[in-house]
């Protein structure tokens, strides 16, 4: 257990969503999918996370429904525990601990007390029938299991149950099992293993039709096969289905049975009608090959699973509707982890050739940037360009990247500026230059300094040709005005190959690494200041000290040394010998995070560059090595941690590793961090939780609360009740409303504050003619209606007024009862 306040390290997003099938809430209003450790909850109308379901110690491998109660989930895990889930509020109901791992999870209506699921057993797989204990408790014990199948596939596309859970179906191999629960007959088919004319018999998914007897089978060769008449070992019939030129990769009946869902690696889902190869439709170009397919109850959606980490959710009358994107796994993140500094997203290499932007609190891709412009082919030996570099300046107005094609020896190098357009909300190419450098480009970085100067902007870039290369804008010559970007000065020393730069805060200083050797350059006059060297080994990593510490220069060797220099007295200030592999600035603070690997494990380190020693120090930080790492400075100052981890104040850090997985550092469990802006489900029909409802609901919040601290009385405003013409405007459907011209009167009206505070004249003499008509009724008044009264008119003055005694109100009504008629006669 970690102690609470504790750092840990939780895994923030990037998780694959393809370990299972997506699963659809009876309604089909909520999509329920894998996401690691993790179950989440979307909706589909608002297109929002809406629950972020976490309990288990490893990948979740399945999901199911309670098919006994339709707001309930099943889920399992590597962790070897199956929970029971109220997906609806986000609770865990149930946790069986059951003692193994589990591979996949299957449910039955039939099975009112157990679930079905995929274990290892030695070199193979069985199908057990896992038998859930009933108790008081919420931890119980699930180790009462029972062999169904031996001998299955590992994933949970290769078991199926058949119509009314009559029977299970199992491929692997050549083979196909079918097993019938009440005879307990095992039938067993198999295949021709001979390849013939390209054909390859393997099987790759099945799935049972679901009102009949009929098994359909994928396979290796892109064959599809529909089985019959399995009850007879010998007269089983198949009739084949084939378009796909590959590996089907899954398949989905219809709830009627009337259609059958198709996907490979061709990015195109294939529906088959009636069970015929002549009529068939076709979605195409779903940007990558299809993993899974999954239905919802009333057949009006279906969703598909991808290898690049996408959902796409697709209407009956097979049209795209809306996608969940996920955190994309490139083959090779060689731009690193980049910091956006408009949004704050997380950049790196997408697709092949496209920049991704990743945001950290939704776990979903913002948008994708195509920086190459180029189709990708996809054939094994081909050499295409890539994505190598990218830079942003200070405040994320220009894009710098390098796109080089995967040649060795003569590499075709492409520098591009990209400049952010505020109307198209999206980055503009300005400048391409072919061939910035004779050989690979390995660092380039923008002066951080205020930009409202045109001749501040500058880029440096590094290469493999022995020259470091400074960038400037200029004014172009056509009559339009626009700028573009050329080289201003080449700078080289000793003609040792350019490996790292950095620019120091304030941009005055420009450190370039030469192999063994840090230079230092005068970024106004491009002279050399001074050089750095600590051999043996060439220079990893180079950064600045901030703030306090800017007078430092911190630099990694590959010999495991890391240094210190100051820049004041030109000597070393202090060195460690660590295998830095990951050196990165915060940059809002003057700590320095360094992530080591020795002996196949990770530490991380946090120091200031004036003090040698470490502020923070994680041993064994994952089980995994970590590649690239990033500062995200926060929205807010931390507050929580700032006492006890001040470097993570205000910033976080975040770190790839070599699986690429997302990891950061935070003493708050992942459920805390990423807990979404609509985190209530909507449970009435007529409270549909949306964008706008939110936005108004905050918006009224906020006025109730300016209200309080400004001390006002509010008694017109009526927040806990909202106004009629609003609430039927908002809630009545658009069909049936009449026209804007109609309803802008009314509701201009409903939103009107009525006058109902007086001035003090005005309460005084109502207060008097009140008291008037009571004499006149009745001699005698009761104080306590009179004591109610005063106390009304006071709350609508909104003053504090002290309270008349009773010997005082007593001489008032004797004052009030004396006879004035003799004043008129005067």
């Not at 529906?271 to 899974?292: A, M, T, V």
């Not at 050797?517 to 990593?541: A, Y």
Request: hydrophobic share 35%; charged share 25%; glycine share 6%.
């Amino acid at each position: 257990m970690v102690a609470p306040g504790a750092l840990r390290v939780v895994r923030c997003g990037g998780s694959a969503l393809r370990g299972a099938r997506a699963v659809f809430s009876a309604d089909s209003k909520y999509l329920l999918y894998v996401s690691g450790d993790f179950v989440k909850v979307y909706s589909v109308n608002t297109e929002e996370t809406l629950r972020l379901m976490g309990g288990h110690a490893d990948l979740v491998t399945g999901i199911q429904l309670n098919p006994h109660n339709h707001m309930q989930l099943y889920s399992c895990s590597l962790d070897g525990t199956i929970k029971l889930w109220d997906f609806m509020d986000g609770i865990p109901i149930k946790t069986f601990t059951v003692g193994t791992k589990l591979l996949a999870l299957y449910t039955l209506a039939s099975a009112e007390d157990s679930v079905f699921a995929v274990i290892p057993k030695k070199d193979t797989f069985q199908l057990v029938s896992v038998t859930l204990t009933k108790g008081a408790g919420q931890d119980l014990e699930g180790k009462e299991l029972s062999v169904v199948l031996d001998g299955v596939g590992a994933s949970m596309k290769h078991i199926a149950f058949g119509r009314e859970g009559a029977y299970v179906v199992s491929v692997k191999d050549v083979d196909l099992q079918v097993y019938f629960f009440k005879r307990k007959l095992l039938n067993r088919f198999s295949l021709s293993t001979t390849k013939t004319k390209g054909g390859d018999n393997r099987f790759s998914c099945v799935v049972c039709h679901p009102k009949e007897d009929c098994i359909a089978t994928g396979h290796a060769d892109g064959k599809i096969r529909l089985w019959r008449n399995f009850h007879d070992k010998k007269e089983y019939t198949y009739s084949t289905l084939h378009w796909h030129h590959d590996i089907v990769m899954d398949l989905a009946f219809s709830i009627e049975g009337t259609r059958l869902l198709s996907g490979g690696v061709e990015s195109v889902l294939v529906q088959w009608h009636n069970e015929s190869s002549c009529q068939k439709d076709f979605l195409p170009r779903l940007g990558s090959p299809i993993e899974y397919i999954s239905m919802s109850s009333d057949g009006d959606l279906c969703c598909t699973l991808h290898t690049d980490n996408r959902i796409s959710i697709i209407n009956s009358n097979l049209r795209f509707s809306r996608s969940i994107q996920g955190l994309i796994k490139s083959r090779d993140v060689k731009t690193g982890l980049v910091v956006d500094p408009r949004t704050k997203a997380l950049v790196l290499n997408g697709e092949p050739g496209h920049l991704q932007f990743y945001s950290l609190q939704s776990d979903q891709q913002l948008f994708s940037l195509d920086i190459v412009q180029r189709q990708y082919i996809h054939q094994a030996g081909l050499k295409q360009s890539d994505l190598v570099k990218v830079a942003f300046s200070a405040q994320g107005t220009w894009l710098a990247t390098v796109e080089e094609s995967e040649e060795v020896t003569d590499p075709e190098l492409q520098l591009k500026l990209w400049f952010y357009n505020e109307e198209i909300q999206s980055f503009e190419l300005n400048t391409r230059i072919n061939t910035p450098h004779d050989n690979h480009i390995t660092d380039m970085c923008f002066r951080d300094m205020d930009e409202l100067g045109d001749d501040s902007l500058i880029l440096v870039t590094t290469g493999r040709d022995c020259v470091f290369k400074v960038w400037v804008m200029v004014e172009d010559t056509d009559p339009e005005g626009d700028v573009s970007w050329s080289c201003d000065f080449v700078g080289s020393y000793h003609n040792y190959q350019a490996t790292n730069c950095c620019f120091s805060e304030d941009g005055s200083l420009l450190a370039v690494s030469f192999e063994e050797t840090v230079t230092v350059w005068d970024s106004l006059t491009w002279d050399l200041k001074c050089t750095f060297c600590h051999p043996p080994g060439n220079i990893r990593n180079i950064c600045f000290g901030r703030l306090t510490c800017s007078k430092y220069i911190i630099g990694a060797t590959d010999y495991g040394f890391l240094c210190c220099w100051n820049l004041l007295t030109c000597a070393l200030e202090w060195s460690a010998q660590l295998n830095v592999v990951v050196l990165q600035p915060d940059p809002l603070s003057e700590y320095i995070a360094a992530i080591s690997w020795l002996s196949k494990e990770s530490s991380l380190f946090v120091f200031k560059p004036n003090e040698p020693l470490p502020v923070y120090i994680q041993r064994n930080l994952c089980k995994d090595k970590i590649l690239l790492a990033a500062f995200v400075p926060r929205d807010e100052p931390e507050i929580t941690s700032s006492e006890k981890y001040p470097w993570l104040r205000k910033s976080q850090l975040f770190f790839l590793t070599d699986t690429q997985e997302l990891m950061t550092l935070s003493t708050k469990s992942l459920e805390e961090r990423l807990t979404p802006s609509s985190k209530q489900l909507a449970v009435e029909e007529s409270l549909p939780v949306t964008p706008f409802s939110l936005l108004l609901g905050k918006h009224r919040h906020q006025q109730a609360q300016e209200d309080t601290d400004l001390g006002k009385l509010v008694v017109h405003n009526k927040q806990k009740q909202a106004s009629p013409a609003v609430k039927e405007l908002l809630h009545t459907p658009a069909h049936v409303l009449p026209s804007a011209s109609f309803l802008c009167t009314i509701f201009i009206n409903s939103l009107l504050i009525s006058k109902e505070k007086k001035s003090a004249e005005e309460v005084a003499d109502e207060v008097e003619m009140e008291s008037e008509k009571a004499e006149d009724d009745s001699d005698e008044e009761d104080i306590t209606a009179m004591e109610q009264e005063d106390t009304s008119h006071m709350e609508l003055l909104g003053e504090m007024t002290c309270k008349l005694s009773k010997s005082q109100e007593k001489e008032l009504r004797k004052i009030r009862k004396m006879d004035y008629s003799w004043i008129s006669a005067l």
